[in-house]
């Protein structure tokens, strides 16, 4: 890495750590999550329309225009659903998302603009309110945050529509399960196949 690529990440990193005072750093279990992710073989890949329904369900529920489904790797927001925004990646850096991930239940900032958020250069710089859930796959690592913003701040978010919110979150991370489960079997199926090509190429082959 180059020098100045090291100062960038340098000023990013704390940058990020001033914007977001209070929330957690991804840091200490960045390796586990990073493994985590990397095994759904996702990141970097195209939306897919199962996620849009997830992040529709989502805005709707808080009556917000913009709601993403977002996977959070070492430098980039992967976004493989949204509504209300074009945006399939974002640095991670100053992102109010990639904190969301490490915090243990709903992330909910009811004035961005107080919070210093809008300094980041990031998705959220618009944005005057931010409510996130962690997606959480099943050996318990955050693979990223399903968000929803709205350009107007707010005074609270009700108990009931938190928890409504992470159970979209689950729903995401179950719609990646069966995603990854597909996949595996895909590759069983076609193992099989090439299997039983080559025996019959073998017992059709002149002697």
Not at 24 to 40: E, V, Y
Not at 170 to 186: F, G, K, N
Request: with cysteine; proline share 6%.
């Amino acid at each position: 890495m180059s020098i100045g690529a090291w100062a960038l990440d340098y000023v990013q990193e704390e940058q990020y750590r001033r914007l977001h005072d209070g929330l957690p750093d991804l840091q200490p279990t960045m390796s586990r999550r990073l493994d985590a992710l990397d095994s759904f073989e996702i990141s970097g890949t195209p939306p897919e329309p199962e996620f849009d329904r997830i992040a529709r369900l989502a805005a709707r529920l808080l009556d917000a225009p913009v709601a993403m489904v977002c996977l959070v790797d070492e430098r980039w927001i992967w976004v493989k659903g949204s509504v209300g925004t074009a945006i399939t990646g974002l640095p991670r850096a100053g992102s109010l998302c990639a904190a969301a991930v490490a915090a243990p239940g709903v992330t909910v900032v009811p004035d961005v603009q107080a919070h210093g958020g809008h300094r980041g250069g990031t998705m959220e710089a618009w944005c005057g309110f931010f409510a996130a859930a962690p997606i959480v796959a099943a050996d318990g690592e955050a693979l990223g945050a399903l968000c929803v913003m709205d350009r107007r701040k707010r005074t609270a978010v009700p108990d009931q529509d938190k928890a409504a919110l992470a159970d979209l979150a689950t729903l995401v991370a179950q719609q990646l399960e069966h995603r990854r489960r597909t996949i595996a079997l895909e590759r069983v199926n076609q193992r099989t196949l090439w299997t039983a090509e080559l025996m019959h190429a073998l017992a059709h082959a002149p002697t």
